[in-house]
């Protein structure tokens, strides 16, 4: 009778709970932002992790908060995000923060700078290293609210004409590259370009650019660089583990209810992880389809990568003595890095090494 008795008074509970929640909902205001995003909708990963947000919000407040998303170039250009945002012409943006470095290049620190962090660094930085409330307190003064929302994962070196088997190579490459990075390989003789994702294609294609860069073989080839760019090389030392983000106007997330600011945040993170998995999972089909077409995969050689780490350190050191907001976040991010870097290679990079040996003797032996 006990259990009976309990068993009934427990189903009252949840019916009363099923009650409860559209009551609730019900009291919640019918909120409609517009979200301006920096990519094309023809990149379905990076522009969808936007798109992600919007139908968890949507789905979790009974379709009461709305959020419109609209493609670079719909309502602003994609560099314009940051100041359609601070300046409430949309509620919200979702871009990389390293396309602002003009305003400030502590920007540059929320997404990616020349060999940082990789993804789960970044994100464990952001998230429980102390990361996000640093950067809170910088975006305060562009009136924004930031939120991790997306990483691409390490990215590709990039689409060259040419091979490039030294520093040399590099002096007056047209290069088109993102953030910071500009200004590190500019140290060994390139010039950046900072061209929009969708503009890219034709830059290459006409020769206004000798050499670009995006993200990955997924979008790369979506975007068809391989046609016009016959050397594929890696890694994107610059962007080891590129975060994007989500901005919203501070006015704007004041004026949410604690419910939705919940919701708008649990659906950042979702997308944040969604993306990360997409790209992991796609991007071998890719590359592999890449290579069979003709495209030639090149490692960058180590005497570049040294000259570009020795530039970079260099750049961030110089900035820092300038510039006391990048000094202040980039000395936190720097010892953060150091620590990772130690644990990473006990575990992580022991047992990754280990299986890639594995796997290539395993290939060798079939032949």
């Not at 559209?22 to 919640?28: D, F, K, V, W, Y």
């Not at 500009?182 to 050499?211: F, N, S």
Request: glycine share 10%; proline share 5%.
């Amino acid at each position: 009778m006990e259990r009976r008795s309990f068993i009934k008074k427990a189903g009252v509970g949840v019916a009363a709970g099923a009650v409860a929640a559209p009551a609730l909902a019900a009291e919640l205001p019918t909120i409609k932002w517009r979200l301006a995003s920096s990519f094309p909708k023809s990149l379905d990963t990076i522009y969808g992790g936007a798109d992600v947000v919007a139908k968890r919000v949507a789905a979790a407040t009974g379709g009461k908060f709305q959020i419109q998303v609209f493609a670079a170039g719909e309502i602003v250009p994609g560099p314009g995000v940051l100041d359609a945002v601070k300046d409430g012409t949309v509620e919200a943006g979702h871009t990389c923060s390293y396309y602002f470095v003009g305003k400030d290049p502590t920007f540059a620190i929320d997404t990616a700078i020349p060999f940082g962090l990789n993804s789960r660094q970044q994100t464990a930085w952001m998230m429980e290293g102390g990361g996000l409330e640093l950067f809170r307190e910088f975006f305060k003064d562009y009136n924004i609210y930031n939120i991790p929302c997306g990483n691409t994962g390490a990215q590709m070196g990039g689409w060259f004409r040419k091979e490039i088997k030294t520093v040399e190579d590099l002096k007056g490459l047209k290069f088109r590259c993102g953030g910071f990075a500009g200004q590190v390989l500019a140290r060994l003789g390139v010039v950046p370009q900072q061209i929009p994702g969708g503009d890219i294609y034709p830059a290459l294609e006409k020769g206004t650019i000798d050499a670009a860069e995006w993200i990955g073989p997924y979008d790369d080839q979506k975007l068809g660089f391989n046609k016009v760019a016959k050397y594929y090389y890696y890694p994107g030392f610059w962007e080891g583990g590129p975060q994007i983000s989500l901005y919203v106007n501070q006015k704007n997330w004041a004026a949410l209810p604690k419910e939705y600011q919940t919701i708008l945040e649990d659906a950042c993170l979702y997308a944040h992880a969604e993306m990360q998995a997409r790209y992991d999972a796609k991007n071998p089909t890719a590359l592999k389809q890449l290579v069979g077409s003709g495209t030639q995969l090149r490692p960058f050689p180590n005497e570049v990568m040294a000259a570009a780490f020795k530039a970079a350190n260099e750049l961030y050191e110089e900035t820092a003595a300038a510039n006391p907001k990048f000094k202040k976040i980039y000395e936190a991010w720097k010892k953060f890095r150091d620590e990772q870097l130690q644990w990473f290679a006990v575990a992580e990079n022991r047992y990754d090494n280990f299986m890639q040996a594995t796997r290539s003797a395993s290939a060798k032996a079939k032949k």
